[in-house]
């Protein structure tokens, strides 16, 4: 009985993609602990394949950030990009959360959602970062047109 319900519970959780980081560059030194840096992340829409997304955001060095302590900047950019046929594993819904993550210990996140352009037949991505307690402006965009793809 109990592992019919933490399994019912699970499959109701949202897919999101996980993040591969691809690379990163030091932007300011820290004597104690690892320097602040900027990381490039790529992640696989879990719902529409042929379709990869490469975020840039601030990671915050320093003693609270190498022990996970310290709040992260609201910055990110965005670039998705067509890499395959894009196919539709289930159907789409306006605002669909495709990534997140935890950018402080309990306040902020950054998401990223996905729309649909039915009248341009284009995917549109918007990256944002929020909190709990007040909201950020923060944000960035990218679209995808769906094409053919060349074999």
Known sequence: MFKGIVAAALLALPVLASAEEIGQVSTVFKIVGPNDRIVVEAFDDPKVEGVTCYLSRAKTGGLKGGLGLAEDRAEASIACRQVGPIRFKEPLKDGDEVFKERTSLVFKTM?????????????????????????????????????????
């Open 111 to 151: 998401q990223v959602v996905r729309f649909l352009d039915k009248k341009r037949n284009t995917l549109v991505y918007l990256v944002y970062s929020d909190r709990i307690i007040e909201g950020s402006p923060q944000n960035a965009v990218t679209a995808i047109p769906i094409l053919p793809w060349a074999q």
